[in-house]
């Protein structure tokens, strides 16, 4: 399953009033979704997710609510290599993220940068640039990479093998310099992340 970096970045801001027997049920399935997760069960997360989604709509919960059970759901859905529709709700997610915390904040990176990783990790070049396009000012602007080094480092790695992929090689040379640079700045290693698989059994 799919964490590390994005899990530094918290959830998004509380809004709304909620029906409380929905917000119980989704409480139950979002939880169950995770232990699923956890598991290495992944079918049974997609499930529970789903179910998720579906009160905190029908229940009129917060967008943080709907917008966290969509994010899981959408990396399930990425891990089960169903790529076009992990997409779709994590661009979801992200559009929630941004009417709640406002386009560009600081907690809007998590969303447009873990649909730039999946795009990068199944080969989608052309679409990771164009994300990370989005994510890595964000990153800059609130110094995310200088709080997390070793982890940025690898994003930018990423990022310049995406830019040299799509015939952009002077500005892949200056994400590996930026990538060289951070991982200079890091005292120590940080957990990395699962990949996104291009293909599953």
Same mark, same amino acid.
């Given at each position: 399953?799919?964490?590390?970096?994005?899990?530094?970045?918290?959830?998004?801001?509380?809004?709304?009033?909620?029906?409380?027997?929905?917000?119980?049920?989704?409480?139950?399935?979002?939880?169950?979704?995770?232990?699923?997760?956890?598991?290495?069960?992944?079918?049974?997360?997609?499930?529970?997710?789903?179910?998720?989604?579906?009160?905190?709509?029908?229940?009129?919960?917060?967008?943080?609510?709907?917008?966290?059970?969509?994010?899981?759901?959408?990396?399930?859905?990425?891990?089960?290599?169903?790529?076009?529709?992990?997409?779709?709700?994590?661009? $979801?997610?992200?559009? *929630? @993220?941004? %009417?709640?915390?406002?386009?560009?904040?600081?907690? &809007? !990176?998590?969303?447009? #940068? $873990?649909?730039?990783? *999946? @795009?990068? %990790?199944?080969?989608?070049?052309?679409?990771?640039? &164009? !994300?990370?396009?989005? #994510?890595?000012?964000?990153?800059?602007?609130?110094?995310?990479?200088?709080?997390?080094?070793?982890?940025?480092?690898?994003?930018?790695?990423?990022?310049?093998?995406?830019?040299?992929?799509?015939?952009?090689?002077?500005?892949?040379?200056?994400?590996?310099?930026?990538?060289?640079?951070?991982?200079?700045?890091?005292?120590?290693?940080?957990?990395?992340?699962?990949?996104?698989?291009?293909?599953?059994?």
């Amino acid at each position: 399953m799919k964490g590390g970096l994005w899990a530094l970045v918290a959830g998004f801001a509380l809004t709304a009033c909620a029906n409380p027997i929905n917000e119980r049920t989704y409480e139950r399935y979002m939880a169950a979704g995770d232990q699923a997760a956890t598991r290495g069960d992944l079918s049974l997360a997609k499930i529970n997710y789903s179910r998720a989604v579906t009160n905190a709509s029908v229940g009129h919960l917060s967008p943080q609510q709907k917008g966290n059970g969509l994010f899981k759901y959408a990396r399930i859905l990425g891990n089960l290599c169903e790529h076009e529709e992990a997409e779709k709700w994590f661009l $979801e997610a992200h559009k *929630l @993220n941004e %009417d709640v915390n406002g386009r560009g904040s600081e907690r &809007t !990176y998590v969303t447009v #940068a $873990e649909v730039a990783q *999946l @795009n990068y %990790d199944i080969g989608h070049y052309a679409k990771a640039v &164009t !994300y990370f396009d989005q #994510a890595l000012p964000i990153a800059e602007k609130y110094h995310m990479d200088a709080r997390n080094p070793a982890s940025f480092a690898d994003v930018y790695t990423d990022y310049a093998d995406a830019l040299k992929q799509t015939g952009s090689s002077e500005k892949a040379a200056e994400a590996l310099k930026k990538a060289a640079a951070l991982r200079a700045q890091a005292s120590k290693p940080e957990p990395g992340y699962t990949r996104y698989p291009k293909s599953c059994r």
